[in-house]
Nanobody, 126 residues
Framework: QLQASGGGLVQAGGSLRVSCAAS????????MGWFRQAPGKEREFVGV????????YYSDSVKGRFGISRDNAKNTVYLQMDSLKPEDTAVYYCARARFAGGSRLYFHSEGNYDYWGQGTQVTVSS
């Protein structure tokens, strides 16, 4: 199970950190991804962090502004969002990848994730 938290309302240019607490599987050996879905749009890949924490991939739309980290002792993955823009407004989901050793392209597909959190709303006002 994955439980996301920390969403909210923030002004453009601001920062927000969302968390995702995991249980029921071996978190430390899992690659964890973040996706988002804006109103009327398909869910899109935001980024992923591999099990060791040193390898991360991001979508072009968030690269340089968002950062993913993890605390394997707490079974928690974080998404730090800086320089937020109104177009970042979406429901943010955490998910566990089926295969921890996947390629960059592998992690972009939501079909390659088996466990999903319930999502947390992030709203950026202009």
């Amino acid at each position: 199970q994955l439980q996301a938290s920390g969403g909210g309302l923030v002004q453009a240019g601001g920062s927000l950190r969302v968390s995702c607490a995991a249980s029921g599987f071996t978190f430390s050996s899992s690659a964890m991804g973040w996706f988002r879905q804006a109103p009327g749009k398909e869910r899109e890949f935001v980024g992923v962090i591999k099990s060791g924490g040193s390898v991360r991939y991001y979508s072009d739309s968030v690269k340089g502004r968002f950062g993913i980290s993890r605390d394997n002792a707490k079974n928690t993955v974080y998404l730090q969002m800086d320089s937020l823009k109104p177009e970042d407004t979406a429901v943010y989901y955490c998910a566990r990848a089926r295969f921890a050793g996947g390629s960059r392209l592998y992690f972009h597909s939501e079909g390659n994730y088996d466990y999903w959190g319930q999502g947390t709303q992030v709203t950026v006002s202009s």
